[in-house]
């Protein structure tokens, strides 16, 4: 199946499956490829990274992107993306929500006004000082085209 836009079935897909490989390229045009974990938030795709990663710096120069999204089966998704990189003051509170999303339907979620961050509790004034710390940042990604067995 190829589609060229975000249907229900590919939102259902990444709705319930957060593991994914991101493929970037790099300047001589070979591929780089690092797993990742996304997420959907307010309709868009998102996946947190930081500015010192090497995926930051392909974007920068390139800004498009292919996931191989997974489940543990065999149902797989390909998705040829363009990448927007959100950064500034407001990516913290961003990260924080998209958290927050991200960990509504864990068994074993947070307290309320907590966020789990590598395997550990943090308030969300922790979280956000993590953030700033660690350079956060948001990749956005603009579907262009989508194919697999979903």
Request: hydrophobic content about 40%.
């Amino acid at each position: 199946m190829i589609a060229t836009v975000m249907d229900k079935r590919i939102r259902s897909f990444l709705e319930a499956n957060q593991s994914a490989a991101m493929t970037t390229l790099r300047a001589n045009g070979t591929p780089h490829v690092a797993r990742i974990g996304l997420g959907m938030l307010d309709g868009k795709i998102w996946s947190s990274g930081t500015q010192t990663r090497l995926r930051t710096k392909h974007l920068r120069r390139d800004s498009r992107a292919t996931l191989f999204v997974f489940e543990t089966g065999y149902r797989w998704l390909g998705l040829e993306t363009n990448v927007t990189i959100l950064e500034g003051a407001g990516v913290p509170d961003q990260t924080l929500r998209f958290m927050q999303a991200l960990q509504e339907d864990l068994e074993d979620k947070p307290a309320p006004g907590r966020v789990m961050w590598f395997g550990q509790e943090k308030t969300e004034e922790e979280f956000l000082k993590i953030m700033v710390e660690e350079q956060r940042l948001i990749y956005e990604f603009e579907v262009t085209r989508a194919y697999g067995m979903y």
